[in-house]
């Protein structure tokens, strides 16, 4: 096969692929995993239902992908914060911790609301796949409390209840926001990094100074 047809028919199989998983994610989130056909997705991105089987061998398979993909997005993700931050106090990196938290979902809002309805509808060898990426990437939140409370800017009684209470309010926001709503993401983000200062009673040192963090963008709003 020459170079040139070689490398067209690569990318258009590419192309089609995320197709199918954009349209699988769209009709996950409209009708849900068990309401949702190999037909409806052949039909949603305009190939034959013989055709889909190149892309994808089932059902079940696209939702894997679909769940694992966004659980390694986030870690991915969040790994530069965490880096950036490292060497700062419990308090800062729990703050940059849920700054990232709150863009990424406010920015994913059917990809959060599809991974936490249809955790379910995996089987179970893959949901605890799954399960297990979750528990990692709450482990950074708990070793974040519990640096704080260690260093003394943070007042934490249990680290993973905690840990498990902030992320269900963080990624809660992904219930009612709406893009074009009365309050920006800017906003959203500001209020819920002062409930964290305020319910967590962050103590702030004398020398602490402002700087491009997410604590500055919180003085600053």
Not at 61 to 75: P, Q, R, S, T, Y
Not at 115 to 141: F, M, Q
């Amino acid at each position: 096969m020459p170079g040139s047809l070689r490398k067209r028919t690569i990318g258009q199989g590419e192309h089609t692929a995320d197709a199918i998983r954009r349209a699988g994610l769209a009709l996950i989130y409209e009708k849900g995993y068990a309401a949702v056909s190999m037909r409806d997705l052949a039909q949603e991105v305009g190939i034959g239902l013989s055709s889909i089987y190149n892309h994808i061998s089932t059902k079940q398979a696209l939702l894997v992908e679909l769940l694992l993909g966004h659980m390694k997005d986030l870690i991915d993700g969040l790994q530069p914060v965490l880096e950036a931050h490292r060497h700062e106090s419990g308090r800062d990196r729990l703050l940059a911790f849920a700054d990232f938290h709150l863009r990424y979902h406010l920015t994913r809002r059917v990809e959060v609301f599809v991974i936490n309805s249809e955790l379910r509808s995996l089987e179970p060898a893959h949901r605890g796949t799954v399960i297990a990426l979750r528990r990692r990437y709450e482990t950074h939140l708990v070793e974040i409390l519990e640096a704080g409370e260690a260093d003394g800017t943070l007042r934490v009684e249990d680290a993973r209840v905690t840990a498990y209470a902030l992320i269900a309010m963080l990624t809660g926001v992904c219930n009612w926001y709406r893009p074009d709503g009365r309050l920006t993401q800017d906003a959203i983000v500001r209020m819920h990094l002062n409930l964290l200062v305020d319910g967590l009673e962050c103590r702030f040192a004398a020398a602490d100074t402002v700087d491009d963090s997410a604590e500055a963008r919180l003085r600053a709003g």
